[in-house]
């Protein structure tokens, strides 16, 4: 599987990146919505992605649901 040069965590300045779903990120709004279920305070957190980070996702593969999917992750499409 390609490895990714990093991770939307990073590029956004946050943590939550660990099995993020394509459907949580916005390329058109430059958004990343992480639900509320993964958030420690439990209430949907939304990230602005830099520029940087739009061009990264923009060019990844959709391999799965995950943006980045781990190896434990290969089995869950």
Excluded at 20 to 42: F, S
Excluded at 54 to 68: A, E, H, I
Aim: aromatic share 6%; with cysteine; glycine share 12%.
């Amino acid at each position: 599987m390609k490895k990714a040069p990093c991770d939307p965590g990073f590029l956004g300045g946050t943590q939550q990146s660990e099995e993020n779903d394509w459907d949580e990120i916005d390329l058109q709004a430059q958004l990343w919505t992480i639900p509320g279920e993964r958030v420690k305070g439990g209430e949907t957190h939304k990230v602005s992605l830099t520029s940087a980070a739009v061009k990264l996702l923009g060019s990844q593969p959709r391999l799965s649901k995950y943006v980045f999917p781990g190896p434990r992750a290969a089995g869950r499409k």
